[in-house]
Every structure is written in structure tokens, then in C-alpha cells.
């Protein structure tokens, strides 16, 4: 009796802990890693060659400046992966902001060996038809696992050329991504001013600084996107700033490309800002705002453009000159249909030459997917060189050589990130949850390749930089410089980039069907 | 073959000594000159220079099938017209001014300081000209409204920008220019001068007969020179001081900046490369016709 | 005589007066560099440039020479500077000896041969491969001195200085069996000393401004010249100033008055080396000797 009862608890307790171990969430995730490197390795043991080892450099290159406390945080991310069973060597490496991508493209050019690279959705079809990075489908598999589970499809697909994924979006809130305002509510309550939700409060607004604050200027002329909640909420393949050659309205069932220029929506989009400007709410001389950040951050300036997470990042630096101060974001017509055009817009890519993608994603994997590997990689290592209040991270009190500004807006997580004292933690929940309820447009995964049309594109550019930078700063009267507008555009070439934008569109919707 | 064997062994020390230059040209500049082929090709990364694809003259065509190519490739060239034109005549005045002043600390305080500007950045010198010219409070205006004279949009009326460029250039290559010439006086055989005033010549006359004649072969290297590079823009200046304002294009906007600003979102990289030959290309005729000419006043002062 | 001299001191005037006005005309925007440099970014950015600013900082210059990156910058340029001037100028010099020799048949083919290459130019992208692919010279001191090396332009400058000394001196030399180093090095050198001056000027201000090469070539933080680690401190205030989040240290960015101070940071150690080679701008030497 009592050794079959025995029997019977030791096989209870067996089914226990295998169940246990089954259902572990991101407490066990540290020994699920060990028990896939522990795997991996042991099928190198035996012989078998399918999976790769994870070992060796990874070779990561971003932008900007290397953080000056670089060395240590290094050390201890390495120490961290081989505590967690991946035993990586890291290299960093920074390319110059402004060269940035001439330097990825050298790199390609002469077959450096780098593995990890910050990329960009937008050049995204570029780098990808001259091959300079590698599909990450395959080593998705077998080193990215979490990853692939953790980051929704739809941001996968934002990041895919032809059904490849070609680079790790990063995981934020991307409804209607850039059409915001950002505006000083300190002054919005001054004046008592109700909160803004139309074009018109937002006209009102601007008014009200302009007869009652001398000093300030009431908006720069980068904030166009904004206004197409008003106007028209369509998808431009190409062109960040609210403007491009094509448009499709995501309503329309038959995804038909329009011509943007010829639209309404421009005209009126360019109507509106010759009326700012006359009215004297924007600068009269396109380089008197020079830096609208440093601007808003001294008072200068009334309201800016600004996207989903822009306020967070703005937010410590504007503190810091207007204690006082308040900003505010502006979303016309919030009542509207709420769009997703993209679902992703931050990269990291694996180069087409590096030697080492298996460990590359791995990498990327390992620090996605806890918490502390996170905040390590994004923000140092605790107490040296960051501080957390609570959630809340500051670095006061941080000796400027212990500093580590990293690029973490390359890899943002929004589960995972840590806002600033000033990010109200309601804020932080309303942003984990702003894509709810979000409609993902029918385009969501296409893009464009311009390499069929390039010369056309060029010319385009080149007409576009022309008038439209003007037009959109309210230099230009829209009847005067129309024609000449549209008659420099049919000679480069737009209705023949319009065709192909349509032709390659049909294309995806086919494919998407299949 | 045998005549350049005798020549190569009377002269060798000559030869000899050149060589390291020449290598130094060779291993730098001509060797990576076959990359030219980027200008015919659909480069891509893989492929490398050698293998991608040949497309002929399709890398020309949004350069000239556009509709800017005459009025870029004209700014281009009337802006670095008046470059050497003003800016030569310039600095010579002032090369020959400096060597009037007797006194040689005032005359080595003014060459210091007329040198100043050239160690500004291009950024630096863009912030400089929107002082002056900005609408609301820039110098320019300030002092026409000193002189009751109503402001001047500058920003937006192209028409002005081509005397404000050279303005700039002379500021900041008057001293550099300056240094060179005068070092080209300083070598003057004083016994010249001297001989001069002994036959009853001014101070003017002098300058006319003997610094000036002498300056000429200088004068003459340093505009053949700038005549090869005639079809490049000053892109660094150009850009940083005109920017995105389209609205002075009409007048400013040379070769390098409309190809800088139509390629930058294509991220293509032949196409430039394609420009770049055109560039090369006509400026090498160019100065070859300007040497034949020059060798037919002069055979020595030609560059070549 | 009376009356010549007159006119004469007129003149004189004449000419201080219209150099003190270009002077002007280049100095004050320098003593306003100064003057922002040292000014408080807020002060700059409410009210713009001036030579009476509200606040006063060191802020800019502490920004700058935070860290010893700077130090090891200025190292790094005055090497590269040092050497590559030195190299430069002899291979320069010698090119143009040989450009310059009358009974040299092949001196205007040497000519035309390095003035294409002050045309054509194959662009970034082959020039980079070929030089870190077949040149290995990624990540060297060698990098920054070598591919600048020569510039046409001042061989010919130089040529052009050789070819306006009186022939007869070489001649004679020639007559007593001289060669042309011989020629070179004891009789064209010492009496070229104005032109050398000044290529050596042009040279040096040509490697100390250069941040391209660094930009390209050199990945190694610790092979940085002074020029590229200012361009860098440029780029980062730019992404700062966009991108505010957890920036530490001083109240705003100093990203106007940073630009002004890197001017100065820049032209610091050339004013003080100027004037001392202002006083080989003067004429060579025993040109006199022609006649002994």
C-alpha cells in the first residue's frame, strides 16, 4: 500500500513540474533560453549541422555617438548573456547621424563584416533591391523565437519586402502615427481655451497667441501632417512629411493610387497654410525657427508636430527650461476612424555580409524578451547609470562621464520601456493601449519600390523639394504656382509613377488574396 | 619607344625625383578611375562595380530629361564665372595694396585678419548670411530702414542672391587668394623697381609695367585651374546658405544641389555618379580650350 | 618733391583706409563668434546673435572639452598635420622641379597627367572599396595623411614660383656639374621660400579642417581628429535637441553657441602658429648671386 501510494505521489509530483515548466511565463524564459542554447549546443555535440552555434562577435552598428560609459554596460551585457547561456562577444560601433546611411551602403559596398545594423522602414525597399541586408525569416526560426511570438503579425508584415522580413520593427503605438500637434496646455488654460479638437480650436488657439503673446511664435512650418486628419486621412507610399506623389484612400475597396498633387486634400492642406501665414502665425523667413525643439524648449514656440510617443521623449528636456510649462498633444478629429497605414518604422537589420546573423538575432531575441535585458541594453546598468523611481527612470544625480545615452527608440518596446517622472502613469496606459480599435488599412504591408521609375522619382524629388517645401511654410499662393506646379511634375514623369505605384499595389492586394 | 628610352636616361635624375608624386597620383586617382563604369551601370551591392548590369545612358536621363538640366548647369557656370572674375580681380587689388603699405606690421595685421573668414564653416557662414538678410531683423534691413528705405524680402526674391554669393565668396577667399599673390610679389627683383624709378616711373606706373606682367603667369595657373572645376557648384556654401527654400532656385540652384536634392530620398547611386562624369567631362574641355588658347599667347604660361 | 610726397602719404592713407574697411568687413563677425561662444544658449536663441549678449557661459566650451576625446583629437590632427604637410610638400616640390626643367621633353605630359585627376574623380563609392578593400588603410594613422597627400593645385603653384627664377643660376650650377637634386635641394629651395611658406600654410590648413577622411576611413575612437569629433559633438546636439529625453547636465543644450566655440577650438592652435610663418612670406635670398 504504501509504496503504491509512493509511486503515485512521485508521479504526481512528475506531472506537477512538468506542467509547472510548461506554463513558466517570463520568470522561466531566463532557463527556457538555457535549455535552447543548452539544446543547440548539444546538437553541435552530436554532429548536426542544421542549427548554427550561438557564440562568436556580433559586430552592431547605430548612430550617433558612443555613450560615454560604453565600456562598462558592455561588459556587463556580456557577462549577463553568458550567465544566460548565450556566450556573445558585443562590438559597437557609431556611424554619424547625418552620414549615416552612405555608410551603411560603403559597408555594403566593400563587404565589411558587421551583422547588426538601426535601419529604417522607409529606405527599407532600397537597401533591400541592392542587397544590402539580409531576409531574417530563417534565423527567426531557430534564434528568434520569442520574438517572433511576441511582436504581432501586422508589424512583421510593415517590416517584409515579397513576404521576407528584413528587419525587427520595434513594438510602439503606430495608429495614425505622425498626425499630431503638441501645444503648450499651460497656455491653452491661460487663455481658457477648451481643449482642441477641431481645426478650427486649433486656428483659435493660434490666434490667441498671437494677439496676447508678442514673444512667441505660434507654430513653426513642420507641422503639416497634422492637418490631414482634417483633409483627408489617406495612405502616401511615399513621403513622410504630409506630402508624395500618390495617395490611396484606405476606404476605397479598390485601392485605387491618386494622383496627391491634383487633389483636394493638397489644396486645401496649402490653402490652410497660406492662411497661417498671412495671418502671421508662422515665420515669415523659412530659417527663423531654426530649431523648433530648442524653440518650444525656451518658450519660443507655441506648437509643434509631434506623433504617438513624441511628448514622452520631449518632455524631459522641456521640463528642465519650462518647469511650469505643459505640453499638450492635438489630434483633430478624434471621433474619425483611427488608421494604421504602418506598423512599423524602427529597424534592426542583419547585413547581407555578416558572418555572424545566427548571433545577431539571437541578441536581439535575448534582450526583447526580459525585462532586465532590456533595461540594461536600453538605459545601463542600474543605479550607475540611471536611476528608477518607482517606473519612473531620471538620471539626476548621474555624473556626466557615467552617462549611457543609447539609441533605445531603435528597439522601443512599449511593454517593456520606462518613461520619464513627467509621463503620467495614465498616459503610459492609454499608450499601451492606443492601437485598440484602430483600423489596419488594407495596404498595411505594402511598399513601394521606386527602382522601376527612379529617374522619375528623381525629377519628382526635385520638383517636390521645389514648391511644395514652400507652399507647406505658406510662401506660395496655391493658384500662383500651381500650373507651373503641375506642368513641372507631368514633364518629370508623375503620371508614369502613378501607373506603377497602381501596378505594383494590384500586385500586393493579388498576393495578399492568394 | 626608343626615343622616350633616351629621354628617360638623359633626364633620369628629373624622372627620379618625380616618381614618388607620380605614384602617388597613380595608386589614388587613377586606379580607382575604372569606377567611372558606376555611370553606365544599375549598380547594386552584390554584383559589385564589374558585374551589375549594363544600362547605358539611363543614369543621364533624369538629369537631362528633366526640365532643370540647362537652368542648373547655366547657375552653375555663372556663378563660378563670377567667382574667378570678382573674386581674381579682388584679390590682386589687394595683393598689390598690401605691398604699397610700408609699414610691415600694419600690412601682416590686415593680411591676419582679411583671413579670417576662410576658417568659418559652411554652417557657420549660413547662419552669418540669414543675420544679415533675415526679414525681420537683419542687418541688411535695419540699415535700410536707417536710410527710410522699406525692408527687402531677401529670402524670397532670387534675383539678389547671385551678387550676395559672390559677396560671400570674396569675404571668405579674398585673404586666402591674398596670400598667394602676394607671395608671388614678394619674389619681384627689387633691382626691377628700382631701375623703374630710375627712369622717372611712378609709383602706378610701376605696377602697371612690372607687378602686374609678373603676376600674370600666376594668375593665369590659378584661373586654368578654376576653369577645369567651372562645372562643379559650390555645393557646401550654396546649400547651407539657400537650404530647402525653394524660392531661389531659379537662381542659385546649381548641378550639385538639384542632384543632392533629387537622388537623396532614391537613394541611387549611380545616378550621381553619372552627373559627376558630365561634370568631369565638360570641365576638361573647357580647359582645354582655354589652355590652346592661352598657349597661343603665351606657350609659357600655359598649364600644360 | 614736396608735393609728390604729399600725394604719396595720400595715397598711403588711401590704401589703410580701404584695408581697415575689408578688415572690419571680416573681423566682426569673428569677434561675434567670440562673443556667442561665450554667451548663454537661452540668451542666443530669444534674441539671436549679438556682441552684448544677456547671459554669459562657458557652457559651450564645457560641452566640448568634456572627456579627453578632444585632447587625443588635437594630438591625432597635429601628427597627421605635421606629417602630411612635411611628406606633401617634398613630393610637391620635387614633382615640380621636374615639371619645371626646361630640357625635361615629358613635363607637360607630367602636367596634364596630375591636373585629370583634379577633374575626374571616380566618386565615394569606388574610391572607398579600393581603398579599404586593396589598400587596407581602414582604421590607420595612414588613412588620414595618404589619400591627400597631393593637390595638384599647389604643385603647379609651385612650378610655376620655380619657373620665374632667373634660369641663368641653374645654368651655371648645371655648368660646374650639378644635378638636378643638387639643383633642387641648394639653389631652388632656399630661394622658393615664399611659395614653400605658403604651400606649406595651404597644406597644413587643408589636413587640420579635413573631418572626411576620418569619416570615411576610421572607425577606431581613438584614431579621431580634432575636425570629426567636433562634426560628431555637432550631429549628437542635433539628435539631442530632437530627441530630449534623458538629458542630463546643463539647463539647455548649448547647440548655437557649441557651433561658434567649435570655430575657435578650431582656429586656436593656427592663430598661434601664424604669425610665425608670416615671416617666411618674404623674398628668398641672394638673388644677387646672378651677378657674382
Same mark, same amino acid.
Given at each position: ?10 508521479? $504526481? !509530483? ?22 535552447? =542554447? ?69 559597408? =555594403? ?159 486645401? $492642406? ?186 522619375? +522619382? *528623381? ?18 499662393? #496655391? ?29 500586393? @492586394? ?5 | ?13 628629373? #624622372?627620379? !625625383? ?42 543621364? =536621363? ?18 563660378? *564665372?563670377? #567667382? ?47 543675420? +544679415? ?6 542687418? !541688411? ?59 622717372? %616711373? ?99 604660361? =600655359?598649364?600644360? | ?60 566650451? /564645457? ?8 585632447? /587625443? ?6 601628427? @597627421? ?60 594613422? %595612414? ?63 587643408? #589636413? ?85
Amino acid at each position: 500500500m504504501t509504496k503504491k501510494k509512493l509511486l503515485a505521489s512521485v508521479l $504526481i !509530483m512528475m506531472l506537477l513540474s512538468s506542467l509547472l515548466a510548461a506554463c513558466s511565463g517570463s520568470g522561466g524564459s531566463a532557463s527556457k533560453k538555457e535549455g535552447n =542554447a543548452g539544446e543547440e549546443k548539444n546538437e553541435q555535440g552530436t554532429g548536426g549541422e542544421e542549427k548554427a552555434q550561438v557564440g562568436g562577435t556580433v559586430k552592431i552598428v547605430l548612430p550617433g555617438d558612443a555613450p560615454k560609459d560604453l565600456a562598462n554596460v558592455q561588459k556587463a551585457l556580456e557577462d549577463k548573456l553568458s550567465a544566460d547561456g548565450l556566450p556573445l562577444k558585443l562590438e559597437f560601433t557609431y556611424f554619424p547621424w547625418d552620414q549615416y546611411s552612405n555608410k551603411l551602403n560603403l559597408i =555594403a559596398a566593400s563587404g565589411e563584416k558587421y551583422d547588426l545594423a538601426w535601419t529604417h522602414v522607409s529606405w527599407l525597399s532600397q537597401i533591400v533591391s541592392k542587397h544590402v541586408v539580409a531576409p531574417l525569416d530563417e534565423w527567426l526560426e531557430t534564434n528568434g523565437k520569442d520574438l517572433r511570438a511576441s511582436i504581432p503579425s501586422a508589424n512583421w508584415l510593415s517590416a517584409s519586402i515579397d513576404n521576407q522580413i528584413y528587419g525587427i520593427p520595434t513594438l510602439v503605438p503606430t495608429a495614425e502615427n505622425n498626425n499630431f500637434f503638441a501645444i503648450r496646455g499651460d497656455l491653452r488654460k491661460k487663455y481658457n481655451l477648451p481643449e482642441i479638437r477641431t481645426l478650427a480650436d486649433f486656428e483659435h488657439y493660434l490666434d490667441t497667441i498671437k494677439k496676447n503673446e508678442p514673444g512667441m511664435m505660434p507654430i513653426a512650418n513642420d507641422g503639416t501632417r497634422g492637418l490631414l486628419r482634417e483633409f483627408g486621412d489617406v495612405y502616401l507610399p511615399v513621403g513622410d512629411m504630409g506630402a508624395g506623389p500618390g495617395y490611396v484612400d484606405p476606404a476605397d475597396a479598390e485601392l485605387k493610387v491618386h494622383n496627391f498633387y491634383e487633389s483636394e486634400i493638397f489644396k486645401n $492642406i496649402v490653402n490652410t497654410k497660406r492662411k497661417w501665414y498671412l495671418n502671421g502665425w508662422m515665420p515669415k523667413d523659412a530659417q527663423e525657427i531654426k530649431d523648433p525643439e530648442a524653440a518650444l524648449n525656451n518658450g519660443k514656440l507655441a506648437a509643434i508636430w509631434s506623433n504617438v510617443l513624441k511628448t514622452t521623449e520631449r518632455i524631459d528636456a522641456f521640463k528642465k527650461t519650462l518647469p511650469q510649462g505643459e505640453l499638450e498633444d492635438v489630434y483633430l478629429n478624434p471621433d474619425k476612424p483611427k488608421y494604421i497605414f504602418d506598423a512599423a518604422s524602427n529597424l534592426l537589420s542583419v547585413f547581407s555580409t555578416s558572418e555572424n546573423p545566427e548571433g545577431a538575432v539571437a541578441f536581439v531575441n535575448w534582450f526583447r524578451s526580459q525585462q532586465e535585458s532590456y533595461d540594461l541594453f536600453s538605459y545601463g546598468v542600474k543605479d550607475v547609470n540611471y536611476k528608477l523611481d518607482g517606473s519612473a527612470i531620471s538620471v539626476e544625480g548621474i555624473d556626466e562621464q557615467q552617462t549611457y545615452h543609447q539609441v533605445y527608440w531603435a528597439w522601443d518596446d512599449i511593454r517593456l520601456k520606462h518613461f520619464s517622472k513627467h509621463v503620467s502613469p495614465e498616459l503610459i496606459q492609454s499608450l499601451q493601449k492606443w492601437d485598440e480599435g484602430a483600423i489596419e488599412a488594407s495596404t498595411l504591408g505594402f511598399r513601394f519600390n521606386a527602382d522601376p521609375v527612379k529617374a522619375e +522619382m *528623381a525629377q519628382i524629388n526635385a520638383v517636390e523639394k521645389e514648391y511644395v517645401d514652400a507652399a507647406y511654410a505658406g510662401f506660395s499662393e #496655391y493658384d500662383q504656382f500651381f500650373p507651373k506646379f503641375q506642368s513641372k511634375l507631368k514633364s518629370a514623369g508623375i503620371d508614369k509613377v502613378i501607373a506603377e505605384m497602381q501596378r505594383q499595389m494590384d500586385a500586393f @492586394v493579388a498576393s495578399k488574396q492568394k | 619607344m626608343k626615343g622616350m628610352f633616351k629621354e628617360l636616361r638623359s633626364n633620369r635624375w628629373y #624622372y627620379l !625625383m618625380a616618381l614618388p608624386g607620380l605614384l602617388y597620383f597613380l595608386v589614388f586617382c587613377y586606379l580607382p578611375l575604372p569606377g567611372v563604369l558606376i555611370a553606365f551601370k544599375d549598380y547594386n551591392f552584390k554584383d559589385g562595380i564589374f558585374g551589375s548590369p549594363w544600362v547605358g545612358l539611363q543614369n543621364f =536621363a533624369f538629369y537631362f530629361q528633366g526640365d532643370y538640366a540647362w537652368r542648373t548647369t547655366f547657375n552653375t557656370l555663372f556663378i563660378n *564665372a563670377n #567667382y574667378i572674375v570678382v573674386g581674381t580681380v579682388i584679390a590682386v587689388a589687394f595683393a598689390i595694396l598690401l605691398n604699397e603699405i610700408r609699414t610691415s606690421f600694419f600690412r601682416r595685421t590686415y593680411q591676419s585678419l582679411m583671413f579670417l573668414p576662410y576658417f568659418f564653416s559652411a554652417v557657420v557662414v549660413g547662419n552669418f548670411v540669414y543675420l +544679415m538678410f533675415s526679414s525681420k531683423y537683419g542687418l !541688411m534691413n535695419q540699415f535700410r530702414d536707417l536710410l527710410r528705405l522699406a525692408p527687402v524680402d531677401w529670402y524670397s526674391a532670387p534675383g539678389y542672391w547671385v551678387t550676395i554669393l559672390v559677396g560671400v565668396y570674396v569675404w571668405k577667399n579674398t585673404g586666402y587668394a591674398v596670400i598667394l599673390y602676394l607671395a608671388t610679389i614678394v619674389g619681384i627683383d627689387d633691382e626691377l623697381y628700382e631701375a623703374a624709378a630710375l627712369d622717372g %616711373a611712378n609709383r602706378w606706373q610701376s605696377i602697371r609695367h612690372i607687378t602686374l606682367p609678373l603676376l600674370v603667369p600666376t594668375i593665369t595657373i590659378v584661373t586654368l585651374l578654376a576653369v577645369g572645376k567651372i562645372f562643379y557648384g559650390d555645393f557646401q556654401t550654396i546649400y547651407s546658405i539657400v537650404g530647402d527654400n525653394g524660392l531661389l532656385y531659379e537662381t542659385t540652384d546649381v548641378i550639385d544641389t538639384y542632384v543632392f536634392r533629387a537622388v537623396k530620398n532614391v537613394g541611387d547611386v549611380s545616378m550621381p555618379a553619372a552627373v559627376g562624369l558630365y561634370q568631369s567631362i565638360c570641365g576638361f574641355l573647357f580647359v582645354l580650350g582655354c589652355n590652346w588658347a592661352v598657349k597661343k599667347m603665351n606657350n609659357d604660361n =600655359a598649364l600644360f | 618733391m614736396h608735393a609728390q610726397k604729399t600725394r604719396y602719404s595720400l595715397s598711403q592713407a588711401l590704401f589703410h583706409l580701404i584695408a581697415i574697411a575689408f578688415c572690419a568687413f571680416t573681423t566682426i563677425p569673428f569677434l561675434l563668434t567670440v562673443m556667442v561662444s561665450i554667451s548663454g544658449e537661452s540668451s542666443v536663441i530669444q534674441h539671436g546673435y549679438s556682441l552684448f549678449p544677456d547671459t554669459f557661459s562657458w557652457d559651450a566650451y /564645457r560641452l566640448i572639452f568634456s572627456g579627453d576625446e578632444i585632447w /587625443r583629437g588635437y594630438m591625432v590632427s597635429i601628427t @597627421v598635420t605635421a606629417i602630411g604637410t612635411g611628406l606633401g610638400l617634398l613630393l610637391s616640390a620635387m614633382l615640380a622641379h621636374t615639371m619645371a626643367g626646361q630640357k625635361v621633353k615629358y613635363r607637360n605630359g607630367i602636367a596634364l597627367f596630375i591636373f585629370i585627376t583634379m577633374i575626374f574623380n571616380a566618386g565615394l563609392v569606388p574610391w572607398y572599396i579600393f581603398v579599404t578593400k586593396y589598400l587596407h588603410l581602414k582604421d590607420t594613422l %595612414a588613412a588620414l595623411i595618404l589619400p591627400m597627400l597631393i593637390n595638384p593645385f599647389h604643385v603647379f603653384l609651385i612650378r610655376n614660383y620655380f619657373k620665374s627664377l632667373p634660369p641663368a643660376l641653374m645654368e651655371s650650377a648645371e655648368m660646374e656639374g650639378a644635378g638636378p637634386f643638387y639643383v633642387f635641394a641648394k639653389i631652388m629651395l632656399p630661394l622658393s621660400t615664399p611659395i614653400i611658406a605658403t604651400v606649406a600654410l595651404f597644406y597644413s590648413l587643408a #589636413y587640420w579642417n579635413d573631418w572626411g577622411l576620418a569619416l570615411w576611413l576610421i572607425d577606431d575612437r581613438k584614431l579621431y581628429p580634432l575636425q570629426f569629433i567636433l562634426f560628431k559633438i555637432q550631429s549628437m546636439i542635433h539628435y539631442m535637441s530632437t530627441q530630449g529625453n534623458l538629458v542630463s547636465g546643463s539647463q539647455t543644450l548649448p547647440s548655437e553657441t557649441a557651433q561658434m566655440a567649435m570655430v575657435l577650438v578650431t582656429i586656436g592652435p593656427i592663430i598661434l602658429v601664424y604669425p610665425f610663418i608670416q615671416r617666411y612670406f618674404v623674398k628668398g635670398i641672394m638673388i644677387g648671386a646672378v651677378k657674382g
